[in-house]
């Protein structure tokens, strides 16, 4: 693999699959992925419990609905997320203008700075529930390991999202630093291979 190639010298080359899983931001984007079907599939398959005594399911975590709630939506829609943006890095090596690359470059430290901020939320709303939790509300514990997994990958995901930024920081560095040179020196050859 090629290192720092993210100027336009490598704008409509073949698409290779072997070096796309093997970049690190790919690596950590598909992990995050998973983590938020464990989020998401831990509360939605067994998040929501109820007495004997009652017909009607409550959320697991504090019988708190807003909380059942913000883990599925967040956790589907980090889903989405890191879909939209594996598509954007299987396309970026075909992006030739160095402001395009910049544009998506930016929107990926953008939603990675802001999916970190939401598990972070979601870590702290879904412990401070399931704490709340009172045993004789779910005297069987039932569901509790996929409350507790869905607490647990909700912290994974903020390195996971955390990592993401720092990643797509450097690539922007590497962006910039083209785009500077092309300014420069507009009639050299592209600098990075």
């Not at 080359?13 to 995050?32: C, E, K, M, Y």
């Not at 509360?43 to 419990?49: K, R, T």
């Not at 708190?64 to 598509?87: D, E, K, M, P, W």
Request: charge should be negative; charged fraction near 15%; proline fraction near 4%.
């Amino acid at each position: 693999m090629d290192g720092g190639a993210f100027g336009a010298g490598k704008a409509g080359g073949a698409f290779d699959p072997q070096a796309f899983i093997r970049q690190p931001h790919t690596l950590l984007r598909l992990v995050s992925w998973v983590f938020s079907i464990v989020v998401f599939g831990s509360i939605v398959n067994e998040g929501y419990v109820n007495r004997l005594d009652e017909a009607q399911e409550h959320c697991i975590f504090n019988r708190n609905r807003n909380a059942c709630n913000y883990g599925i939506t967040v956790g589907v829609l980090a889903f989405l997320s890191c879909l939209l943006y594996l598509a954007l890095d299987a396309y970026f090596p075909q992006i030739s203008s160095v402001k395009d690359r910049k544009k998506a470059v930016l929107s990926d430290i953008g939603v990675s700075a802001f999916w970190a901020f939401l598990w972070f939320v979601g870590f702290c709303f879904l412990t401070n529930q399931w704490q709340a939790s009172k045993e004789e509300d779910n005297p069987m514990n039932e569901g509790g390991d996929a409350a507790r997994a869905a607490i647990t990958f909700s912290f994974f995901s903020i390195f996971t999202w955390g990592s993401l930024t720092f990643l797509a920081f450097r690539r922007l560095r590497d962006i910039t630093f083209q785009e500077e040179y092309n300014t420069l020196f507009p009639n050299s050859p592209s600098l990075l291979p």
